[in-house]
């Protein structure tokens, strides 16, 4: 039906005539001629139409926005004066000779270039139309872009795309399931996968060796702004290589990504372990392109009887934490009292805070609620320690580790997004040496990462010190987004077992829920590892999309629905009588 897209025209088609199909974006008439903006994927062109196609011509004056038009016509150069550099097409319009309606359309429910007056309730409701916007059809294709690029490399390097069940049993990655009951095993349901975890360790087992899958996900989680209950991995599993080797492969992965997709070198990606991290940002997906660091001070504050601080000082859990803005001493009151609030968030309970006016001048230089408490001695090598100069403004975190390291880590990021500090380029890192478990809570212990994660230390040691272990895991980090994880697997049962033990799942349990597994290990089960990207957070970043629901075409809203087909829904009462349930009273709709 079109010889070209609309978006594709430029001077070296002119003279050519052509055919285009697409949405009228704008109608303007221009006394006696009529301009039509046509629209498709690929980008708008202005097509005219005057009197003298007299038939053609009426059609034209009848179109409203979003009416689905053919047009033959005639490219030509714009005279001089009206190109529109604003428009990839602007040098060139297209004289219409020919325009077929091929369908109407109602007045669209938000002007496609005001969507941002509207809603995102309303974007939702009609996502189709949302998706018009050359913005979102532009991310949307620049996501298959990468899909493509990730398949081409993976497939050059000899992984196989293979497709695991959707209808399984719970993969435990640390959310809720989501539950499918199954009519023909009255009472018992599957679990929709939270990853293809198993599967994929199931497939080296069987000697596949290298396997890919661009795998959809399911996770009923209580949604924040960069999750979705359903949300695509690139899967990765292989046998035979080491934690360096997966590394290095999958990095060249990304490396081309952004080669490919947006003609970005990514620089050399550091290793760095998780306990340098916690330390030096407070945080295990370090954004590296902010230059301030949090810096322990405990020692220092265990010589002060300042009992906020030197409590923490003296806990062997606690940790007091200096971090140095430099030109922070700008910085309101106001502001600051923001700043308390914002870590309160994070658990702690106030902030403490330093400004240098003049480094020189010793204490009377500097101005702070806080400098009574602590002898002039101690703020000198506080002073050294944190390399102050003038103008900076010095915050402290004193609680236990956790508090600290979440609430500086998190106001280092706020504070360098408030006063500019975050430099323009892309920061990737590895983060390695993670810990194997970290406190439930309740007593217990909980994997960092999942529990067939292979530990880095034999299984006596292990079990004689669970909270000092670490693991063979390794995320990927870039720009404080974490991109993807993954680990070295448990490939022996007994070791498998042992974690297990670690983790309050005893024989019977274990047996019941991961038999299949632990006897699947037993059969010549080959070293393997893996990782998993988050393909969506991927795309975001690559977009510099705010949301992760402008890079999915129909995402759900932030209560896990769907606006547009109003899913989840109600059934009928056969269905449920047929699944052999009953519900336990009446849920009426809201
Ligand atoms: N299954 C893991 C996840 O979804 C990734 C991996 O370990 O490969 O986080």
């Known amino acids: 039906m079109r010889s070209h897209y609309c978006g594709a025209l430029g001077t070296t088609n002119i003279d050519e005539t052509v055919t285009l199909c697409g949405w009228v974006d704008r109608r303007r008439d221009h006394g006696g001629v009529i301009f039509l903006d046509l629209r498709d994927r690929e980008g708008i062109v202005q097509v005219v139409f005057d009197p003298d196609t007299q038939e053609h011509f009426e059609r034209a004056d009848r179109v409203r926005s979003e009416y689905v038009l053919q047009i033959t016509g005639r490219v030509r150069a714009r005279g001089e004066g009206s190109t529109n550099p604003a428009m990839a097409t602007g040098e060139i319009e297209v004289l219409g000779k020919k325009l077929e309606i091929l369908n109407k359309a109602e007045t669209p429910p938000f002007q496609l270039d005001e969507h941002t007056a509207v809603g995102e309730d309303v974007r939702l409701h009609y996502?189709?139309?949302?998706?018009?916007?050359?913005?979102?059809?532009?991310?949307?294709?620049?996501?298959?872009?990468?899909?493509?690029?990730?398949?081409?490399?993976?497939?050059?390097?000899?992984?196989?795309?293979?497709?695991?069940?959707?209808?399984?049993?719970?993969?435990?990655?640390?959310?809720?399931?989501?539950?499918?009951?199954?009519?023909?095993?009255?009472?018992?349901?599957?679990?929709?996968?939270?990853?293809?975890?198993?599967?994929k360790q199931l497939l080296m087992v069987s000697g596949f060796d290298r396997y890919y899958q661009i795998a959809r996900c399911f996770r009923d989680e209580d949604l924040r702004a960069?999750?979705?209950?359903?949300?695509?991995?690139?899967?990765?599993?292989?046998?035979?290589?080491?934690?360096?080797?997966?590394?290095?492969?999958?990095?060249?992965?990304?490396?081309?990504?952004?080669?490919?997709?947006?003609?970005?070198?990514?620089?050399?990606?550091?290793?760095?372990?998780?306990?340098?991290?916690?330390?030096?940002?407070?945080?295990?997906?370090?954004?590296?392109?902010?230059?301030?660091?949090?810096?322990?001070?405990?020692?220092?504050?265990?010589?002060?009887?300042?009992?906020v601080f030197r409590g923490p000082a003296d806990d062997e859990k606690g940790r007091v934490a200096a971090l140095k803005v430099p030109g922070g001493a700008s910085i309101s009151r106001k502001v600051i009292d923001g700043y308390t609030k914002y870590v309160s968030i994070y658990g702690a309970r106030g902030l403490a805070w330093i400004k240098v006016n003049d480094i020189d001048a010793g204490v009377e230089g500097l101005q702070s609620p806080i400098l009574k408490f602590m002898p002039e001695e101690i703020v000198a090598q506080l002073m050294q320690r944190v390399e102050a100069a003038n103008g900076d403004i010095i915050f402290f975190g004193a609680?236990?580790?956790?508090?600290?390291?979440?609430?500086?880590?998190?106001?280092?990021?706020?504070?360098?997004?408030?006063?500019?500090?975050?430099?323009?380029?892309?920061?990737?890192?590895?983060?390695?040496?993670f810990p194997m478990f970290e406190q439930?809570?309740?007593?217990?212990?909980?994997?960092?990462?999942?529990?067939?994660?292979s530990p880095a230390c034999s299984a006596e040691e292990l079990a004689a010190n669970p909270g000092a272990a670490l693991s063979r895991a390794y995320d990927m980090v870039v720009n404080g987004t974490e991109l993807g994880g993954g680990s070295i697997r448990i490939h022996e049962a007994e070791m498998q077992k042992v974690v297990f033990g670690l983790l309050g799942i005893d024989d019977e349990e274990a047996e019941e829920k991961f038999g299949f597994l632990l006897k699947a290990l037993q059969y010549g089960a080959p070293p393997h590892g893996g990782l998993a990207f988050g393909l969506d957070r991927l795309v975001m970043l690559i977009t510099g999309a705010t949301s992760i629901r402008d890079v999915i075409a129909f995402p759900k809203t932030q209560s896990a629905a769907c606006v547009m087909t109003d899913a989840p829904g109600?059934?009928?009462?056969?269905?449920?009588?047929?699944?052999?349930?009953r519900l336990r009273q009446t849920v009426t709709p809201e």
């Open 127 to 199: 996502r189709y139309m949302d998706l018009r916007r050359p913005e979102m059809q532009q991310k949307l294709i620049l996501r298959s872009k990468i899909t493509k690029q990730v398949r081409n490399f993976l497939d050059d390097e000899g992984f196989l795309d293979i497709e695991t069940p959707i209808l399984t049993r719970a993969t435990p990655e640390g959310a809720r399931d989501y539950l499918v009951p199954s009519r023909t095993h009255p009472g018992q349901f599957f679990a929709l996968p939270q990853s293809p975890q198993l599967f």
């Open 226 to 307: 960069d999750r979705q209950p359903e949300f695509t991995q690139i899967d990765i599993e292989t046998a035979f290589l080491n934690e360096e080797e997966i590394m290095a492969i999958t990095e060249r992965m990304i490396r081309g990504v952004f080669k490919s997709v947006l003609d970005v070198e990514l620089p050399a990606f550091p290793h760095m372990t998780y306990a340098e991290a916690m330390d030096r940002y407070g945080s295990d997906k370090p954004d590296l392109r902010i230059d301030l660091e949090l810096v322990s001070v405990d020692d220092l504050m265990q010589q002060v009887d300042f009992k």
């Open 570 to 581: 109600d059934v009928s009462s056969e269905q449920l009588r047929e699944l052999n349930i």
């Open 399 to 433: 609680d236990t580790a956790h508090v600290v390291n979440e609430a500086l880590g998190a106001l280092r990021i706020k504070v360098a997004q408030d006063q500019g500090l975050v430099a323009d380029h892309w920061a990737p890192l590895w983060v390695v040496d």
């Open 440 to 453: 439930d809570g309740k007593g217990g212990w909980s994997p960092l990462h999942h529990p067939f994660t």
